[in-house]
Structure formats: C-alpha cells, structure tokens
C-alpha cells in the first residue's frame, strides 16, 4: 500500500487532504493496525460528489441537547442549503490512530474551531463479514447511548463503500496512559476508587441496556477535558435481552434519615423497607471468543459458552491494574497468561509493606470479582447493584457521581472542576493491544417514600420507612 493513501477518491471537487505523521496508540489495537502506523504520510480525500448518500443521520440525544457540540452542529446544519450535515462541514486536523476496524481522526467543523470531535472512518470494502457485522454492532450501539461516561455519536455519514462516526473527541488521552505516568504505575486507593466507580456506572447502564462489553480495559477508558471517563470502542460489544426486576426486603432502619425538608430520627424498632432495582442481562450468551487476552475470563477460555459475568471479571482485572500497574495472571507470555488465568489457582496479590488506606477492601473486591465460577462471581447475577454495596465503594453518592471532583493525579491535564468532594478521605497521592482470539491460539419513580428520604448509605436504594414495629 502506498504511503499517500486516499481514505476517498481523489476525483473530488472538495478537498480535505492534509499530511499528517501524529498518531495516539489508544486507538491502535492489532499488529496490523501498528503496521499500518508506520507509514509516514497520510493523505485524505473526501468525495463530495456522492452528496446524497453523503448526508448525515443526526443523531440528537435528550441529556445531551445543551452540549456545545450539539449547539455547534446546529448551526451548521441551519446553514446547509438542505439542513444537512455533509463531510463539507467538517475540517479534519490531524490522525489519531488506527483501530481494528477503521481509523479515527481529529475534526472541526468549518466555521467553529471550539468544538473539537473524532472522526471514525470505516472502509466497509476492505475488511470481512465479521468485521462487517462489528461495525454494523457498533454504529447501533452508539446510536442508542445517552450517559456522560459513554460516547455520543453525533452523526453518522455514509459515503459510498465508507461509513464515518462523528462521535466525542477525549483531549485528555486514555487512562493507560496515565497510569503509565505514576510513580511505580499504580493509582492511589482514592483515584482507583474514583476511575473505577465511574467505569462501573458505565457498564450498568450498557447492562440494563442488554449489552455485554467485552473489551474493558485502561485503554479503551478515555478522559474528556473535565478528568472523568468515557468508554470506548463497541466493536467487541453483544446484545442480549434484559427483564428488569425489582425487589423489597426489610432491614433494621436507621437511628436518623435524610428527608426532603432535613433529617428526621427513626424509633430504634421500626423497620426499613428496602427497594432493589436490577436490570442485568443474567440470560446473555455467546461462543465468540474476543477481547485482550489479560483480560479474558476463564469461560471465554473453555469455549464453552459466557455472559454478562465477563464484564466483571474484566472488571477485577481492571481494578487489580489500576492498583498494582499490572494485571493478576499476566505472563512471560500469552500462552502462559491464558494458563494461568484458566488455572484453579486464585489471584495473588504482592506483598506490600505499609498498606494505603482501602487496600484491604479493594483486595476483598478483586477476590470477590476474580472467581473463576461465574456463577459466583460478584455481579453475575445483579450487576452493578450489589457491586456499589461493597465497603471499597463505602461513601460514594451515586446518584452524584458525575458530579465529583476528580481527583489530582500526575500528568493528568484536564479544563474545570467540578464543586462534590468525592468519597471518604484517603491520602492522595506499553502494552499488549489486540484482538486475540484463543481458536487461533434501570424507573422514574423508583420507590419514594412518604418522607422522600433517600438512603445515604452506600447503596443506590431509594427507600422509605415503613409503619411497622417489630416486638
């Protein structure tokens, strides 16, 4: 393939071509892709010829609308002759990377140079069914997001044999990245806590949604410009259906409840009312073996079949890494990771000599997350729900979560903070990409009590206390 490449054909009565030799390793993720990055130009043509197939399926999502993004992409489409966004309006700057299925791009539109985006751009005639099927699944998946720790895609446009994603730009780089920048390339107790709260948001709504992940890992979690995450690449991701269930049980109540007009105190023996709501893709089944291999869990490695526990098992790992710079089963090699993640043999930990403060609930979590019976595993089968109630999550205010101040970390550079100070105190203080496959080796109303008192504990009930006594 030749060094100036024409991602359009060069036939266009509007150019976008630029040079470019930048890249950003988060978005490559196979050997090939990091092939692909050696080429030292790179020359992009859009064809605007094709301005029907061109035109932009704008893709407006309700917590989103005030986004100067979208405010932006309403002006341009106010502007075109038909109402359209059309790959005229957009301005590319510079390559970010490769991915497997495409390569992604910084943007602007024309007139507005404060409104920066990613442009993914897929050459549908260059890649398999299969991958044809991943791009299909993530360009559905995308259009069905509405969370401020996943992506929004603002438009998507079709261009004769290419499909472009115009979807968030993250300035702040990826979370692997940053890791890499720490003192011995672990995380303090209270940032992990805070980046880990913010991913497992995220992966309850993509569950209540139906969608199995797959491909969580440090690289594929990005940071906007404010510090907090977004996840990234869909490609990996499954659907599945998911029956929403909601559960009560009573528990001792508390000495005093938060209500609506302050606190109240709560008589030693009335009793407490709980509701649970859990949306989890509990029936979610594939024989797709996907994903990094540090990363897999042992079903996917049986070939026997796997579900939504696969998410939190990576989950685990993804927190273990996050506190010790390096993954529980990794190896000399893959071979050797992928035995030792398949062994009946649990994870260990180093031995430390001082301990931080929350290390010995966030070890309890990764054990608890870390079974190699899914069936046991933490979160399997409520998800997220009960993974919130573990003591290493102790404080957090999820329903505040966005809100929270991130927290400082080294090398981290990020624009505006945000006012809530985020869980309990605690003292602040190049790697394997890839697609390995192993063959080849959710209510409004919620439950509102009739104190609207909102329990403070570390849970995300909603709950009221009941009338009655319990002798």
Partial sequence: MEDDYSIFPPDSDLDFSFTSTTTDRTFTTSSSARTSLARSSLTLSFNESRLSAAAAALNLRPHHRSDSHWSAIRAATTLSSDGHLHLRHLKLIRHLGTGNLGRVFLCHLRDNDHASFALKVVDKEALSNKKLSQVQTEAEILASLDHPFLPTLYARLDVSHYTCLLIDYCPAGDLHSLLRKQPGSRFSVAAARFFA????????????????????KPENVLLREDGHVMLSDFDLCFKSDVVPTFHTWTRPGPKATGCCLGWRTTPDDEEEIVGEFVAEPTAAFSKSCVGTHEYL???????????????????????????????????????????????????????????????????????????????????????????????????????????????????????????????????????????????????????????????????????????????
């Fill in 197 to 216: 709260a913010e991913v497992l948001v995220a992966l309850e709504y993509l569950h209540a949604l139906g969608i199995v992940y797959r491909d969580l």
């Fill in 297 to 471: 869990a042992p079903e996917l490695l049986s070939g026997g079949g796997h579900g939504n526990g696969v998410d939190w098992w990576a989950f685990g790992v993804f927190v273990y890494e996050l506190l010790h710079g390096t993954t529980p089963f990794k190896g000399v090699n893959k071979e050797v990771t992928l035995r030792n993640i398949a062994s009946s043999e649990g994870v260990k930990f180093r031995a430390a000599g001082e301990e931080e403060e929350g290390m010995g609930e966030a070890r309890d979590l990764i054990e608890r997350l870390l079974v190699k019976d899914p069936a046991m595993r933490l979160g399997s089968e409520k998800g997220a729900t009960e993974i919130k109630r573990h003591p290493f999550f102790e404080g957090i205010k999820w329903p505040l979560i966005r809100t929270y101040r991130v927290p400082e970390v080294y090398g981290m550079m990020r624009k505006g903070r945000s006012q809530v100070s985020h869980v309990r105190g605690v003292s602040q203080r190049i790697r394997r990409r890839g697609w390995w496959n192993w063959r080849k080796v959710i209510s409004n109303g919620l439950i509102k009590n009739g104190s609207c008192s909102k329990s403070h504990s570390n849970t995300n009930f909603y709950s009221y206390s009941s009338k009655k006594k319990t002798g």
